[in-house]
């Protein structure tokens, strides 16, 4: 996946970091290529791992199984979301149980999909 991603991405990406802003929550930065994933959260005062609530993912464009530029929304899986069945069930927090969206551009139904999966932290 890329680190940074096309145009309409990162449209999609700027207004996510203003809806975490307004949350409390900060960008943490970029996790490198093995996990290709931003993340963000609350620094704490360990300015490199911080306590992180949410990963989001720019998925290629040469992509076969997801919409090209597209972006992967995954949090922890927590008691307001667990049991919420249009959030996508993954493994994909180091291990541990999450629940995840794509946002596909052009696709406001998606954009607000996240915002609920958002607002489940």
Wanted: charged content about 25%; proline content about 3%; glycine content about 10%.
């Amino acid at each position: 996946m890329p680190e940074i991603g096309t145009r309409r991405q990162i449209e999609i990406f700027n207004k996510l970091t203003q809806d975490f802003a307004q949350k409390g929550h900060e960008y943490l930065g970029y996790n490198g290529p093995n996990d290709d994933s931003h993340k963000f959260g609350i620094a704490e005062t360990d300015l490199i791992r911080g306590k992180i609530c949410c990963y989001i993912q720019f998925i290629s464009v040469n992509t076969r199984t997801r919409s090209p530029e597209s972006l992967k929304v995954v949090v922890r899986q927590n008691q307001r979301n667990g049991n919420v069945e249009e959030f996508n069930v993954g493994n994909d927090w180091f291990g541990k149980g999450s629940r995840h969206v794509f946002i596909i551009p052009g696709d406001k139904e998606s954009y607000n999909k996240a915002l609920r999966l958002i607002n489940t932290i």
